[in-house]
């Protein structure tokens, strides 16, 4: 599989030469095509189905966060992307990973890269995005395993054949952050052309002792090799150095106020770093008229490592004391992963067909250990705050395991005629992962086999061309090694995997061509599940079956000509089945969000934003102990102004009203304070 990898990189970088003694394209346009957006509509995805669909007959839900949006807003993080798509709600991760929940179902492993699985826990950039697609529900027969709720799709920006450009973006904010990102593209002849993406951050928040590093670069070479056939070769190499902070304890049964400066970490000690490379290689072609052919082989090489000191408890009173616990934990994960997807498209009597046909391989091989803190005080007194010292002597564990991974899926797309369309399939995954636990049991390695079917069906009625009605049925699973392979020992190696079955009614409607409103109705269960323990987070707990019911609806695009909107709300009621007293964790009754942009002058624009969340659980409510976030509102603005055709200058204010809130958590004890009032101060420029 190294072989096919290193081939196919070779393969895009010498082939352009050849290419040139084509025709010169027509037009400037993307070599390798990842979608069409218009402002903040996006009209299509090949994500959602692994073919080139509009959204409008994808039977499920999708929210794409275009380049635009993520500009507009300021966005430097998933987190500040997610908080604006309804039904996700942000966890805290630690302090050192993204990590989200979607429909009930907390996740640190369910992100993609251009659709190929992106499962290392760290921070994602978004300095060389071209858009943010959000997929709801199961999609066990797009992506394999996980994604019990739906999963998070990052799609690169790419070369663009015929045009030179660059552009720049300088910013500052009023924390003292400040971040450098470049943008570069070259034609390399007339059907090749490369590009560069790269930025630096200095970090920067509201919490004391805060701060670091991120520096990134992408380069990205693609190619026309012949008349429908192209290549593209990307590297990326990213370096994170940055405090890890777990947030405030709780008082109560709720966060504790007063303190959302305080930092309960030791300064210098808290820490996470990352160092990684992803190489990226992919091929497209047309075999045949209505046959076309893609494969995309990645490669990454991850190596992290975080240290937390942290609330292991509420606190005592108001001015009382807080216990702390601490451990440092490293991981190194190797990833190759190779997909091949076939498409036709063809019609047998009066209906249409877009069936694909593909495979996947994937070699994980991962190392982890962890040793446990000893604190020279193991309580932080809110009086007299005074920092600990800490030494990690003891080994908690070291694991060090092997996943292999083969599937093979068959999907079609059955128009009949122009109001009927029809997606089904079926996907076969083998998961193997094998092991040891050199701390626990270095005697016996463990190991376990999983195969297992997922199906997929969607039914569209389209009474107008611009309307369609849905409903549609899928599944996934998760096998007991869990997001990243870590839960799995001789003690669970017998167990089933967990199982996520999704029901779920909708409608999209392209209101103007610019403008798209969509509705979705579901329920979704899950099966075996388990979820960290309520007293002691480190510890996995069963907990049967879950259901969570919901409500998603969503407006983005054009009010008018000069009006653009993003604008989405959800309901959810996330129970364990049979017993509504154990509710989920951060699974908030309401979400709502609205943002906007209105063009004052064709040199002035003015944005505003309002999210809302209601009270949620920290961790799942097993009893009356649990802790309870309360529901907040956060109101942001933006000025925009055309210096000229290549300035543009942007100024961002958050929690404009200077809001006292607390958006996410780990657990009952580690909770996040929101940000006061701030700004930040953008100068982008385009040549």
């Known amino acids: 599989m190294r072989v096919l990898l290193v081939s196919t990189a070779l393969l895009t970088v010498l082939m352009p030469t050849a290419a040139m003694a084509e025709d010169p394209v027509d037009q400037l346009s993307p070599i390798i095509v990842t979608g069409v957006t218009r402002g903040y509509v996006a009209l299509n995805s090949v994500t959602a189905t692994k073919t080139d669909t509009p959204l409008i007959d994808v039977p499920q839900s999708v929210n794409v966060i275009t380049r635009q949006q993520l500009d507009d807003q300021a966005a430097y993080s998933l ?25 009930g179902q907390n996740t640190t492993a369910d992100f993609f890269l251009d659709g190929v699985r992106d499962d290392v826990q760290y921070f994602r950039g978004l300095y060389n995005l071209e858009r943010v697609e959000v997929l709801k529900g199961p999609y066990a027969l797009i992506f394999g395993r996980g994604g019990g709720g739906g ?4 799609v690169q920006k790419t070369p663009q054949a015929g045009e030179l450009f660059f552009g720049s ?6 924390f003292g952050a400040w971040d450098l990102s470049a943008d570069l593209n070259t034609p390399l002849g007339e059907t090749a052309a490369f590009r560069l993406n790269a930025a630096y951050e200095e970090l920067g928040n509201h919490r004391d002792f805060y701060e670091g590093q991120r520096f990134a670069v992408n380069p990205y070479v693609a190619a026309e090799l012949a008349p429908g056939w192209s290549a593209g070769l990307s590297y990326e190499y990213v370096d994170d150095d940055r405090s890890t902070d777990r947030g405030v304890p709780s008082l109560n049964g709720r966060p504790i106020d007063g303190y959302r400066e305080q930092f309960f970490g030791v300064p210098g000690v808290n820490r996470t770093t990352l160092e990684a490379q992803i190489l990226k290689a992919r091929l497209d072609g047309e075999l045949a008229e209505g046959l076309t052919w893609s494969t995309t082989a990645l490669w990454g090489d991850f190596d992290k490592a975080y240290t937390n000191v942290y609330p292991n408890g509420p606190a005592t009173g108001q001015t009382g004391t807080v216990p702390l616990a601490a451990y440092t934990d490293p991981t190194t994960r190797d990833n190759i992963l190779i997909q091949s997807n076939l498409v036709w498209e063809t019609t047998t009597g009066p209906l249409e067909h877009k069936i694909l046909f593909g495979l996947e391989y994937g070699d994980q091989t991962s190392a982890n250990a962890r040793r446990n803190g000893v604190l020279s005080n193991p309580t932080f007194s809110l009086t007299n705050p005074v920092f600990p010292t800490v ?85 996934s699973f998760l096998p007991r090694s869990g997001d990243q392979f870590l839960s799995l020992s001789t003690v669970q190696e017998n167990l089933e995997p967990e199982r996520f079955t999704n029901h779920e009614i909708g409608l999209k409607w392209q209101a103007r061509p610019n403008l798209i409103v969509t509705a979705a109705l579901f329920q979704l269960d899950r099966t075996n599940a388990t979820t960290p323990d309520p007293n002691n987070p480190r510890v996995t707990i069963n907990v049967g079956e879950t259901r969570t019911n ?17 604008a989405g709300y959800a309901w959810q009621d996330g129970v364990l089945k049979g017993n509504d007293f154990v509710r989920l964790a951060q699974v908030p009754e309401q979400q709502f969000s609205l943002w906007n ?19 949620q659980f920290a961790a799942i409510r097993t009893s009356s102990a649990a802790t309870r976030l309360p529901g907040f509102t956060r ?21 404009l009203f200077d809001a006292d809130y607390f958006p996410d958590a780990h657990n009952n004890q580690n909770i996040s304070t929101g940000a006061p009032l701030n700004a930040r101060l953008t100068v982008s420029t385009r040549f």
């Not at 908080?83 to 990590?99: A, F, K, L, M, S």
């Not at 797309?413 to 089904?424: E, K, P």
């Open 79 to 103: 987190s500040d992307v997610l908080r604006y798509v309804p039904g996700v709600t942000i966890g805290q991760g630690e302090g050192n990973r993204d990590q989200i929940t979607l429909r």
């Open 550 to 566: 919901g409500l998603e609806l969503a407006a983005t695009g054009n009010i008018t000509d000069r009006w653009q909107v993003s």
């Open 391 to 475: 030494t990690f002597p003891t080994l908690s564990r070291q694991t060090e395991s092997t996943v292999e991974t083969v599937s093979a899926y068959v999907q079609d797309q059955i128009s009949i005629g122009d109001r009927f369309d029809i997606v089904a399939g079926l996907r076969f995954d083998r998961f193997e992962i094998s092991g040891i636990d050199l701390f626990a049991n270095p005697d016996r390695p463990f190991s376990r086999s999983d195969e297992k079917v997922s199906p997929r069906l969607g039914l569209i009625f389209k009474p107008v061309p611009d309307l369609s009605l849905y409903a549609s049925y899928s599944q």
């Open 597 to 615: 942009r209105f063009e004052v002058t064709p040199r002035l624009g003015l944005g505003l934003g309002v999210t809302h969340q209601s009270d």
């Open 635 to 655: 109101v942001d603005a933006a000025a925009f102004y055309e210096v000229s055709d290549r300035v543009e200058v942007q100024l961002n204010i958050e929690n």
């Open 169 to 174: 973006r300088l910013s500052a904010n009023s």
């Open 151 to 154: 999963i998070v799709n990052r």
